[in-house]
């Protein structure tokens, strides 16, 4: 894949789950919008964020977004349409359906896992959701045990 924009809860929950260089592989760019690498108030994380394929960018044009979206959210649709850029990581479920409008296509942290255990770049989905939860990601039961089916892995 060529480019994609990147929200900030995707970019924490890869690294929570030791997968943050999955995008690496799998997108020759990632823009960040500004907004997202403030977000990022992880040390190492805004330092990975600033590196290549990694590509921190401001918003020239805003529009108009559903307020119950955070900063981030905001400015990775408004930079995707911007950009022209097709793709978004985004998790959030509102902010997901807010892109589709926008005519994007919205990724998860958990499509990014099934496409990079499809392409050899973890090895099993469900360690990934392990070690994302052990460093702190919530996720119901319900959603772990539809991921890992979703992943072949039950």
């Known amino acids: 894949m060529e480019i994609?924009?990147?929200?900030t809860s995707t970019l924490i929950r890869l690294r929570?789950?030791?997968?943050l260089h999955c995008l690496t592989h799998l997108f020759k760019k990632i823009c960040i919008p500004?907004?997202?690498?403030?977000?990022?108030?992880d040390h190492v994380?805004?330092?990975?964020?600033q590196k290549p394929p990694f590509?921190?960018?401001?918003?020239?044009?805003?529009?108009?977004?559903?307020k119950v979206l955070g900063l981030g959210e905001?400015?990775?649709?408004?930079?995707?349409?911007?950009?022209?850029?097709?793709?978004i990581l985004i998790d959030d479920e509102e902010a997901a359906k807010t892109a589709l409008k926008f005519n994007l296509t919205p990724?998860?942290?958990?499509?990014?896992?099934?496409?990079?255990?499809?392409?050899?770049?973890?090895?099993?989905?469900?360690?990934?959701?392990?070690?994302?939860?052990?460093?702190?990601?919530?996720?119901?039961?319900?959603?772990?045990?539809?991921i890992i089916k979703e992943a072949g892995e039950i």
């Not at 905001?74 to 793709?87: D, G, K, R, Y």
């Not at 990724?107 to 499809?118: G, N, Q, R």
């Open 55 to 66: 590509e921190v960018q401001m918003v020239k044009n805003s529009f108009n977004l559903n």
């Open 74 to 87: 905001t400015e990775a649709i408004n930079l995707a349409v911007e950009l022209a850029v097709e793709i």
């Open 107 to 146: 990724l998860k942290s958990k499509d990014i896992l099934l496409i990079a255990k499809e392409n050899g770049m973890i090895t099993s989905v469900k360690a990934t959701l392990d070690t994302m939860r052990a460093n702190g990601e919530n996720f119901t039961d319900n959603m772990y045990r539809k």
């Open 45 to 49: 994380l805004s330092e990975a964020s």
């Open 16 to 19: 929570k789950g030791k997968a």
């Open 34 to 41: 500004t907004g997202v690498q403030k977000e990022c108030l």
């Open 4 to 7: 994609a924009v990147c929200d």
